[in-house]
T-cell receptor, first 121, second 112 residues
Framework: EAQVTQNPRYLITVTGKKLTVTCSQN?????MSWYRQDPGLGLRQIYY???????DKGDVPEGYKVSRKEKRNFPLILESPSPNQTSLYFC????????????????????FGPGTRLTVL | DAKTTQPPSMDCAEGRAANLPCNHS???????VYWYRQIHSQGPQYIIH???NNETNEMASLIITEDRKSSTLILPHATLRDTAVYYC?????????????FGKGTSLLVTP
């Protein structure tokens, strides 16, 4: 089954304690991305990756790191979490136009993981 | 990406068709209309997309007006499980893979 998985699904931690949220996809997608969702602010992109070893900042990258050593995995790292990073996090993946065969078939269909609810005390 | 406008909320009786409108009056010729939905706190889910022709799949139908300035997502027989926030997104197909601008969407409540 085609899917994006995230772990853990729920995490409560304390300020300053490094943590990693894993994301994995089994669809051979080039593109992967992390979003955070907060009440009233909607979904905002944190980081994205167009290929292995290629990552770039989204709209709200401060306080986060990512890595893309393998195509299927895109972990989100919080080196020193703070309470303002308490949020619901989603990983997503999709084809790129070059993979999909051209604009018409690059659906912008992003597949999302189930979410990770993080609380930083 | 062109700006979209959706009503903040709508109700629909179970078994009836749910018609969710979206206004995108500044859409350009190479921009597609995409619909996603998010059931409470779950990851957003792709529903359907279109350029100028009406589209139908197993989940929904998409009706795009001839001038492409608005569209309607139709859930033909809404069920309680269709209660969700529905997002209309407009973007160029060549921008596949970039951040989707979800906006605030329409919160659809399907009632028994």
């Amino acid at each position: 089954e085609a899917q994006v998985t995230q772990n853990p699904r729920y995490l409560i931690t304390v300020t300053g304690k490094k943590l990693t949220v894993t994301c994995s996809q089994n669809m051979n997608h080039e593109y992967m991305s992390w979003y955070r969702q907060d009440p009233g602010l909607g979904l905002r992109q944190i980081y994205y990756s167009m290929n292995v070893e290629v990552t770039d900042k989204g709209d709200v990258p401060e306080g986060y790191k990512v890595s893309r050593k393998e195509k299927r995995n895109f972990p989100l790292i919080l080196e020193s979490p703070s309470p303002n990073q308490t949020s619901l996090y989603f990983c997503a993946s999709s084809l790129l136009a070059s993979q999909a065969g051209g604009p018409r078939s690059s659906y912008n269909e992003q597949f999302f993981g189930p979410g990770t609810r993080l609380t930083v005390l | 990406d062109a700006k979209t406008t959706q009503p903040p909320s709508m109700d629909c009786a179970e078994g009836r068709a749910a018609n969710l409108p979206c206004n995108h009056s500044t859409i350009s010729g190479n921009e597609y209309v995409y619909w996603y939905r998010q059931i409470h706190s779950q990851g957003p889910q792709y529903i359907i997309h279109g350029l100028k022709n009406n589209e139908t799949n197993e989940m929904a139908s998409l009706i795009i007006t001839e001038d492409r300035k608005s569209s309607t997502l139709i859930l033909p027989h809404a069920t309680l499980r269709d209660t969700a926030v529905y997002y209309c997104i407009v973007r160029v197909a060549g921008n596949s893979g970039y951040a989707l601008n979800f906006g605030k969407g329409t919160s659809l409540l399907v009632t028994p």
